[in-house]
Nanobody, 115 residues
Framework: QVQLVESGGGLVQPGGSLRLSCTASRSIFSIAFMGWYRQAPGKERELVAGISSGDSTNYADSVKGRFTISRDNAKNMVYLQINSLKPEDTAVYYC?????????WGQGTQVTVSS
């Protein structure tokens, strides 16, 4: 079991950057998969980026080249660096951990991209 807390969201202008953080309540060293998802109003939640325990990463096509996921096992944290933000990136961003086929979610952090 794990509790996840996201932070780092906010209001940013198009073209700006943010770094989202996900803090886990326990060691993430053995957690096979952690990911960032987002959900915009009226849309389904979608995978943005994922990272394995071996640091393999995958990204949604819409964010490739702009978003970077990383994990710091020593700090029990997962990050999402978001660059070149677009209005369509506006959403609540959620952190997820998968442990033994069980999914754990954080409460989300709002990212709003607007001029």
């Amino acid at each position: 079991q794990v509790q996840l807390v996201e932070s780092g969201g906010g209001l940013v202008q198009p073209g700006g950057s943010l770094r989202l953080s996900c803090t886990a309540s326990r060691s993430i060293f053995s957690i096979a998969f952690m990911g960032w998802y987002r959900q915009a109003p009226g849309k389904e939640r979608e995978l943005v980026a994922g990272i394995s325990s071996g640091d393999s990463t995958n990204y949604a096509d819409s964010v490739k080249g702009r978003f970077t996921i990383s994990r710091d096992n020593a700090k029990n944290m997962v990050y999402l660096q978001i660059n070149s933000l677009k209005p369509e990136d506006t959403a609540v961003y959620y952190c997820k951990a998968t442990i033994a086929l069980t999914h754990y979610w954080g409460q989300g952090t709002q990212v709003t991209v607007s001029s």
